[in-house]
């Protein structure tokens, strides 16, 4: 019996682009997951073509092609189900379209929202609420991972609860999980710090700046890697330059895969101070590598993670509280071991792969019956 035809929305970017982000990751370790095992599985690339993105005539022309692609696709390909990986803003409008147009090929579709950002926009625009309402409606299966998710589906978009379902963030891989096993408490002299993602303002870049010269003025030693480029990128640059940090921050620039596995193995604890988040990838994968965490409180990172249990969790915004939360972090030893073994634990028990995408293999085998 020939395996049912799944088509994935999603960024499958080319090897040779520069193109990265948490939807691309997840993408990439679903298809090398079982659910291969289960579905024939084509795929349609909505990541953007460059880094800086370009001009919005141009995104508009690609988002108006794909939606064409998807028509071809949805009329000769004989498709069985779609999956569609959204963000916010003309990606999450996009892709309502292509649910839209799922359900007039009467094909069922899954939508899964990844950015936070998208509840913050529909709760300042009340046409942006509607028009998403309307668009999402039409999806067969609404995937949300987490609790306010589900609450945002059911009481904002007015969703049917049968249709929504919780599926967690599958990103702790067995190498990242391997190497928390194998990490050994070493007492170090100085605590090595890593910012894993875009180097935007909305990423806390200049909230982490600040707080580390001020424990740089403490006289708190630390070396702080930025993994990752943005448009804050040169500012930052400026401001590591212009207060005398060179020798404890540097920037690494975007790494691969494996590279991002080495500098975890090699780090004690990872900072992510964002503005706004759906749920950080980089977070679950330095739990699953053993670092101590520091992140801000938004998204659905409290519907899994307990502050000064699982990490510590500051407001965003926050310079003052950010560097209380490192100062403690740093220098209270057993604390940090302490959260680390905890993140650690509930990455394997949350956010593993397989048990993950089985779960959400199940969920789409169900959306076609």
Known sequence: MPKPKLLIVGAFPAESKAIYGGIAKSCKILLESSIANRFDIDTLDSSQISNPPPKLFIRSVMAVRRLFILMYRLIFNRIDVVLIFSSDGASAIEKGVMVWMCHLF??????????????SQTSRSPLMLKLIRFLYGHSTVFLCQGVKWKGYAINQLGLDKSKVKVVNNWTATEKQIEI??????????????????????YKGVFELLYACNNLHNKGIRFHLTFVGSGNAEKAAK???????????????GWANSQAVDSILEKSDIFVLPSWAEGFPNAMIEAMAAGLATVVTSVGVILDYVKDGEHAIIVPPYDVAALESALTKIILDTELRKSIASNGHQLAIDSFSVEENTKRLGDIIGMAMR
């Open 106 to 119: 009467k094909r069922p579709a899954l939508i899964f929202p990844r950015a936070g950002n998208l509840i």
């Open 180 to 201: 928390g096993k194998n990490r050994k408490s070493e007492l170090n002299n100085t605590s090595k710090l890593i910012f894993v993602g875009w180097l935007e303002k």
């Open 238 to 252: 400026h401001f590591v330059k212009e207060h005398n940090l060179k020798k404890c921050i540097v920037f690494f």
